[in-house]
């Protein structure tokens, strides 16, 4: 595989790093993203595209991506706009783009501000609270893993966040009620060590997971949209937001292999079906399926 060619881009409130691998072949580039998944996370999916150029990045707050403005909190607004740079910084008429979890939603607000930038869209897995039946339970379990966070720190936090995010279905009213889990059962620190600086929990959370895409806008734009779901992970609240906010646009969902993180393989320790998604998302980007 090519090796990537990494390079900075100052936009507003942030140094944005991301990265170039030149295909053998010609055609529309290839953009992977997530968030707040870093380029890191996709190197595996990018391994099976060589023909394709592919872009990756950091989003603003995350690894080599640092934020100059001081903001505690970014939007799925602002991330558009760095992705919209990062895109005309390639010097790219119009790109391909799979983006995942966070980054889905980012995604979603850039085809809604500049749809002739995005070809093809596969939003995979957008946590997006407001599109769901039990929205406003959902949105009370994030706003209460958010204060947990800012209360107790990081692992009592994300011991909410991966309880919620395996959850099977829609939340129970009495969702926030129950016990706290113990941050030491998923190998989290007990202890709290001041920071507040997650970039999700601290960044990202509250303004992904109730973000409110403008659907009129997305369907009148010129971009090809599939929402995509794992067939693993179908009823956990990603892929319940994929399945809502297809709903809403009118369209079938398109099912990937695998769960959430289906593309990995190995990052982050984090095993899926590389190989078989890469096959799915090329059919999808070929419009084969």
Same mark, same amino acid.
């Given at each position: ?19 170039? @691998? ?37 989003? =603003?707050? /995350? !690894?080599?991506?640092? =934020? ?11 991330? $558009? ?19 995942? %979890?966070?980054? #889905? ?9 500049? *749809? ?14 407001? /599109? ?8 009370? /379990? ?8 800012? @209360? !107790? ?16 279905? *829609?939340?129970? $009213? ?6 706290? *889990? ?25 303004? %992904? ?9 997305? =369907? ?7 929402? $995509? #779901? ?58 084969? %399926?």
């Amino acid at each position: 595989m090519t090796s990537p060619e990494s390079h900075t881009l100052s936009v507003p409130g942030a140094e944005l790093a991301y990265d170039v @691998r030149p295909g053998t072949g010609g055609g529309v580039p290839l953009f992977l993203l997530g968030s707040p998944m870093s380029a890191a996370g996709f190197v595996s999916l990018a391994a099976h595209f060589t023909d394709r150029t592919v872009i990756t990045y950091d989003p =603003r707050g /995350v !690894e080599r991506s640092k =934020r100059t403005d001081g903001a505690a909190e970014s939007h799925p607004e602002e991330h $558009a706009e760095d992705i919209r740079a990062v895109i005309e910084a390639v010097g790219a008429e119009t790109v391909d783009v799979f983006a995942s %979890s966070g980054g #889905a939603v980012n995604t979603l607000a850039l085809v809604a501000r500049h *749809p002739a930038l995005a070809r093809t869209v596969v939003a995979h897995e957008p946590p997006l609270a407001e /599109v769901l039946p039990d929205r406003d339970v959902a949105l009370r /379990v994030f706003a209460d893993m958010g204060e947990t966070y800012r @209360r !107790e720190g990081f692992g009592a936090g994300m011991a909410k966040f991966i309880a919620a995010a395996v959850h099977q279905g *829609p939340f129970p $009213a009495d969702w926030t009620d129950g016990p706290a *889990p113990d941050p030491a059962a998923f190998g989290l620190p007990t202890q709290d060590d001041g920071t507040r600086d997650d970039a999700l929990l601290g960044q990202n959370l509250r303004n %992904s997971t109730g973000y409110r895409p403008d659907f009129a806008a997305l =369907r009148a734009a010129s971009t090809r949209l599939v929402i $995509a #779901a794992g067939r693993e992970s179908e009823r956990e609240l990603p892929a319940r937001g994929a399945l809502g906010v297809a709903e809403r646009l009118g369209i079938a969902p398109t099912m990937f292999p695998s769960h959430h993180g289906g593309f990995l393989g190995g990052e982050f320790g984090q095993e899926g079906e590389p190989a078989e998604f890469a096959k799915a998302l090329r059919a999808v980007l070929d419009g084969d %399926s």
